[in-house]
């Protein structure tokens, strides 16, 4: 047994070994020695991670630390060494910032920020008395793969509809490669997925146009979900309080499934349970660049997209069906 199989179990080992499978092209009997052998090699050394934080609600932190297969304190204690980590580090003050600058000085590790960038002001989110910007530029250099980690690293998120002109990982470093893992909050599958992936074979993994592994973010949401059947039919919710329609296709109350490139509705979130659609809300569109400002109201057909689909559906608005159609919905 490898090293790796011995720090994470067997099952988590193989989730994980599913997870970068389809990336790397190999099959799932390829994949669980070669990621095994490669992993094992990274972790006898322990990859130097730091995780930094600018304008953010730490929830990308939580969705981290919430993960259940395998546990974060797993993926923390044996996998990767964190060296600098805001919310989780029990070191403070000096001590904290002196590890910062000696990881720094030494190079190649994984960078990992969370949070938007503010640039109107550097005055708008100071760390250790220095201006986050000029932290994520300094920590930047050095790093052997950069990751934003959520919407507000990625393209600016929640922040940038506010007054603090923040921006995403890639508006402030542009000579290095980012992967951009969006959502709000990000994905731990996704996270550790691409982690894995950088350890497994020292490359970024193939991105989409706006910096996203293909292999989360090749689809849309409306590709893959439950209640496709009835958008195809043209019977959309109307009414929240009607039982009838509890399934139907959200696009007449802002679903943005069609807009957004993300696999949530066939990897799910809480390990596995429930996604947005799932629980009633339509999709807000969080993996996208235009979100949060260019996705609201989120509760609203902003697109037109109902209007449309009304129009040349056979049976039309959900309003026109006859009492016998409903009950054969
Ligand atoms: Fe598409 Fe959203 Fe309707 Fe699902 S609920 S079918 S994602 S529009």
């Not at 988590?12 to 092209?25: Q, R």
């Not at 490669?38 to 930094?52: E, H, M, N, Q």
């Not at 496709?228 to 509890?246: A, M, T």
């Not at 799910?268 to 996208?288: R, T």
């Amino acid at each position: 047994m490898s090293p790796i199989l011995g720090e994470i179990n067997r099952r988590d080992f193989l989730k994980y070994s599913a997870v970068t499978a389809a990336a790397l092209g190999l099959s799932q009997a390829d994949v669980v020695t070669k990621v095994s052998e490669a992993i094992a090699a990274s972790t006898s050394k322990k990859p130097p991670v730091i995780w930094l934080e600018g304008q953010d609600c730490a929830g990308c932190t939580t969705s981290f630390a919430s993960a259940l297969n395998p546990p974060a304190a797993s993926i923390i204690l044996d996998t990767i060494s964190v060296r600098y980590h805001e919310t989780i580090m029990a070191a403070a003050g000096y001590k904290s910032e002196e590890v910062l600058h000696a990881t720094v000085k030494k190079g190649g590790y994984v960078l990992l920020v969370e949070g938007s960038i503010p640039t109107a002001d550097r005055r708008f989110c100071m760390v250790g008395g220095r201006p986050f910007k000029e932290i994520v530029e300094e920590c930047a250099k050095n790093a052997a793969a950069i990751i934003a980690v959520g919407a507000c690293a990625t393209y600016g998120g929640i922040p940038a509809a506010g007054p603090t002109g923040a921006k995403g990982v890639r508006d402030i470093v542009k000579n290095k490669p980012i992967i951009n893992i969006s959502t709000c909050p990000v994905h731990v599958d996704h996270l550790v997925g691409t982690i894995v992936y950088y350890l497994t074979t020292k490359k970024v993994p193939p991105l989409d146009k706006e910096g996203r592994p293909v292999m989360y973010f090749g689809e849309t949401v409306h590709d893959n979900c439950r209640r496709r059947s009835y958008f195809e039919e043209g019977i959309v919710l109307e009414d929240w309080n009607d039982p009838k329609q509890k399934n139907w296709c959200l696009i007449d109350k802002g679903c943005k499934g069609p807009d957004t490139y993300s696999d949530c509705s066939v990897r799910k979130w809480n390990d596995g349970l429930n996604f947005c659609i799932d629980c009633g809300a339509g999709c807000h569109g969080c993996a996208e660049p235009t979100f949060y400002a260019g996705m609201t109201p989120l509760y609203s057909d902003i697109t037109g997209k109902a209007d449309e689909l009304k129009e040349k559906t056979r049976l039309g608005s959900a309003k026109q069906l006859t009492d016998k159609q409903r009950k054969e919905v």
